[in-house]
């Protein structure tokens, strides 16, 4: 990839188009983690990973700590993952980068681990929040060094586990990961929020409870409160990881961006992913949407309508949903993106970012405590390239907004990799007319 600017492509008319998306990331390193916490010998499959960066993150992770973890080229552009599980997990260096999975995933397995794991990441993934992992683990019984990236943490193979009260509102990942490992506790694990604010992204806690369960993990659930029982971790042989619909939601406005209609192929009829939640925000905006055989296809209005949406459970989608709302606000619609505090932690600021980038090409975005207000205004060209802060979901935006707006040039579109290693390719065969992957 150059270090030119990346030329977002303009829209001549209405995008028409059919995509495949690579396997969703949070899917995978659930589907990854559960693998390797296998004592039976059984060597499990993850089929149709994305080639990611944050995939294959997670795989050298678990690599480093001793599964045996070997990569094969599967379906249009995606990897097959075989993880075989160590009889014990051992020390070592883990590199998170800036995965959130991989940062609040793994240390819970590294306390399995019969010697210290010392975990770092990229510059950013060293301020993103730690605390409720960190807090988890030492109310576990597990020795834990530093309060963020970078953190060692020492266990020894057998902790003792028992229960814990975190603050989970800065992530719900923080949850998810504490979960993830607790049956391979002596006594299991048992996570309570107690925050000022709820636990984000809930939909994600749900797929982590589902995939344990699947795995034949003993899961209780009651608001807030969530028990894993103690015992074996038998995750399917094979598992097949279902589209990544927030990176589907990208390409789906393009739709609306420009009034034209693109088609997910593939997409589930059932889903761990929070699917329902992003049909209903992408109506919001004046969508039609259906789903047949061929997969879900999106049609856009003739005029976007403004929204206002509580992101708290899908805010993963509020970089998507943020540049909808600026074309919309082009046409005069305000809008208004509630309940995200916490993308303060994401990859980036995200309401700083977005409020700054919208503001380039002319939107009227302020920041409010917990989300994004945007008021009528025109687009124009900008005076500097977008800036992706290393942000896939930043990049992806300057990109939809790039549809409309002339002139809009990215300045990272790698940062896209974390998630959709094809983006840059991707984006303008689609917006060109062609179909993506199928
Ligand atoms: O567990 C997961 O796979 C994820 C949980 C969510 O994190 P937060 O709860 O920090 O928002 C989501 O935003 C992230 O993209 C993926
Ligand atoms: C917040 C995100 O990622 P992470 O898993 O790194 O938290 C995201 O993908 O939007």
């Given at each position: 990839?150059?270090?030119q600017?990346?030329?977002?492509?303009?829209a001549d008319?209405?995008?028409?188009?059919?995509?495949?998306?690579?396997?969703?990331?949070?899917?995978?390193?659930?589907a990854?983690?559960?693998?390797?916490?296998?004592t039976?010998?059984v060597?499990?499959?993850?089929?149709?990973?994305?080639?990611?960066?944050?995939t294959?993150l997670?795989?050298?992770a678990?690599?480093?700590?001793?599964?045996?973890?070997?990569?094969?080229?599967?379906r249009?552009g995606?990897?097959?993952?075989?993880?075989?599980?160590?009889?014990?997990?051992?020390g070592g260096?883990?590199?998170?980068?800036?995965?959130?999975t991989?940062?609040r995933?793994?240390?819970?397995?590294?306390a399995?681990a019969?010697?210290?794991v010392?975990l770092d990441?990229?510059?950013?993934?060293r301020?993103?929040?730690?605390?409720?992992?960190?807090?988890g683990?030492?109310?576990?019984?597990v020795?834990?060094?530093?309060?963020?990236?970078?953190?060692?943490?020492?266990?020894?193979?057998?902790?003792?586990g028992?229960?814990?009260?975190?603050?989970?509102s800065?992530?719900?990942?923080?949850?998810?990961g504490?979960?993830?490992?607790?049956?391979r506790?002596?006594?299991?694990?048992t996570?309570?929020?107690?925050?000022?604010r709820?636990?984000p992204?809930?939909?994600?806690?749900?797929?982590?409870?589902?995939?344990?369960?699947?795995?034949?993990?003993?899961?209780?659930?009651?608001p807030?409160?969530w028990h894993?029982?103690?015992?074996?971790?038998?995750?399917?042989?094979?598992?097949?990881?279902?589209p990544?619909?927030?990176g589907?939601?990208?390409?789906?406005?393009a739709a609306l961006?420009?009034?034209?209609?693109?088609?997910?192929?593939?997409?589930?009829?059932t889903d761990?992913?929070?699917?329902?939640?992003?049909?209903r925000?992408?109506?919001?905006?004046?969508?039609?949407?259906?789903?047949?055989?061929?997969?879900?296809?999106v049609?856009?209005p003739?005029?976007l309508?403004?929204?206002?949406?509580?992101l708290?459970?899908?805010?993963?989608?509020?970089?998507?949903?943020?540049?909808?709302?600026?074309?919309?606000?082009?046409?005069?619609?305000?809008?208004?993106?509630?309940?995200?505090a916490h993308i303060?932690?994401?990859?980036?600021?995200?309401?700083?970012?977005?409020?700054?980038?919208?503001?380039?090409?002319?939107?009227?975005?302020t920041?409010?405590?917990?989300?994004?207000?945007?008021?009528?205004s025109?687009?124009?060209?900008?005076?500097?390239?977008?800036r992706?802060?290393?942000?896939?979901?930043?990049?992806?935006?300057?990109a939809i907004?790039g549809?409309?707006?002339?002139g809009?040039t990215?300045?990272?579109?790698?940062a896209?990799?974390?998630?959709?290693?094809?983006?840059?390719?991707?984006?303008p065969t689609?917006?060109a007319?062609?179909?993506?992957?199928?």
């Amino acid at each position: 990839m150059s270090d030119q600017p990346w030329a977002a492509p303009t829209a001549d008319g209405p995008v028409h188009g059919t995509v495949s998306v690579p396997g969703s990331k949070s899917v995978t390193n659930r589907a990854l983690v559960l693998a390797a916490l296998g004592t039976d010998g059984v060597t499990r499959r993850v089929r149709g990973a994305a080639r990611s960066r944050d995939t294959t993150l997670m795989a050298g992770a678990l690599a480093a700590l001793g599964a045996t973890v070997t990569t094969t080229d599967g379906r249009a552009g995606t990897l097959d993952l075989a993880i075989t599980a160590p009889a014990t997990f051992h020390g070592g260096h883990v590199d998170c980068g800036l995965a959130g999975t991989v940062m609040r995933f793994v240390p819970p397995l590294a306390a399995l681990a019969d010697g210290p794991v010392v975990l770092d990441g990229d510059e950013r993934a060293r301020e993103r929040p730690m605390s409720g992992i960190v807090a988890g683990l030492r109310g576990l019984g597990v020795e834990v060094s530093g309060e963020a990236l970078p953190l060692t943490v020492t266990g020894g193979p057998h902790p003792p586990g028992g229960e814990v009260t975190v603050d989970a509102s800065a992530s719900s990942q923080f949850v998810s990961g504490l979960l993830l490992s607790g049956a391979r506790y002596a006594r299991g694990v048992t996570v309570t929020h107690a925050g000022e604010r709820g636990v984000p992204s809930l939909p994600h806690v749900a797929m982590s409870v589902a995939m344990l369960r699947d795995a034949g993990v003993v899961v209780d659930e009651s608001p807030s409160r969530w028990h894993v029982g103690p015992g074996p971790v038998t995750a399917p042989a094979v598992l097949d990881v279902e589209p990544d619909l927030s990176g589907a939601a990208v390409y789906l406005a393009a739709a609306l961006a420009t009034g034209g209609a693109v088609t997910i192929a593939g997409w589930p009829d059932t889903d761990l992913q929070p699917g329902g939640v992003v049909r209903r925000v992408l109506e919001a905006f004046g969508a039609r949407v259906s789903l047949d055989a061929d997969g879900l296809t999106v049609r856009g209005p003739d005029r976007l309508d403004g929204v206002d949406v509580d992101l708290h459970e899908v805010s993963e989608l509020t970089p998507t949903v943020a540049a909808l709302a600026a074309l919309a606000a082009r046409d005069g619609a305000p809008s208004r993106l509630r309940g995200v505090a916490h993308i303060r932690g994401h990859e980036t600021d995200r309401l700083a970012a977005l409020a700054a980038e919208l503001g380039t090409v002319g939107a009227r975005v302020t920041e409010t405590e917990d989300g994004l207000a945007i008021a009528p205004s025109p687009l124009s060209a900008p005076t500097r390239p977008w800036r992706a802060y290393a942000d896939h979901r930043m990049a992806t935006a300057g990109a939809i907004v790039g549809l409309v707006v002339p002139g809009v040039t990215i300045d990272d579109v790698a940062a896209t990799t974390k998630t959709l290693p094809d983006f840059a390719d991707d984006w303008p065969t689609l917006v060109a007319g062609a179909g993506v992957g199928v």
